[in-house]
């Protein structure tokens, strides 16, 4: 991917002010914008890879722009925002948001989580130039054609409901998966008892696909939200 484009949307001059500098240090093109109205314009004239957004905006709140953006495209986005309880994180999850930080947070969060979101999109962009039925990441590969799930060619025997928690979590690699949202794509319903089976499902298929030996992480856990797959390297 050439050099990435950035749109933050924060309307504390401040903090706007400190984001663009470390994009600007890191060569990445940066849009800047200080209210949700302004922020569509600018999604829909400058296409931007990535999305930065507060959730307290002066004109309309950010959840209403997440709602506005994803009815129109998969960019990743990356909430920040001073609304710290696990409720805020998950109702702006289960509306599209990719992914949550809390303020104040450090530049090299930031940073990191802005690596997760443009490795989403360029995988993103790859699967789509390739248009294909195989997924690979690291050492695993699904054939979603065939329901076949290998391991360093090894193939893997899962469950019903593994693979389809493994399928969900690959179709939004980089993004984190609430609860909420996993519980109801599998069984319909997000009652306490779902998300107390999902856990155990989870705790199966990681066993499955991340061999203690390894030292890889597929999936990772945020707890009292959901899940996300992370991209890794083949190993050698």
Known sequence: ????????????????????????????????????????????????????????????????????????????????SARGEESDKVAALDAGADDYLTKPFSVEELLARLRVALRRTEYIWNSDAKNNHIFENGDLKIDYASSCVTLKGEEIHLTPIEYKILNLLSKNIGKILTHTYLTREIWGSAFDSDVASLRVFMANLRKKIEPEKSGVSYIQTHVGIGYRMMKIEKSD
Request: glycine share 4%.
């Open 1 to 80: 991917m050439n050099s990435p484009k950035i749109l933050v949307v924060e309307d504390d001059k401040a903090v706007r002010n400190l984001i663009a500098i470390t994009l600007q240090i890191r060569n990445y093109k940066y849009i800047l914008s200080d209210s949700g109205e302004s922020a569509l314009l600018e999604f829909a004239s400058e296409h931007p890879d990535v999305i930065l957004l507060d959730l307290g905006l002066p004109d309309i709140d950010g959840m209403e722009v997440i709602q506005k953006i994803r009815e129109k495209s998969q960019i990743p986005i990356i909430i920040l």
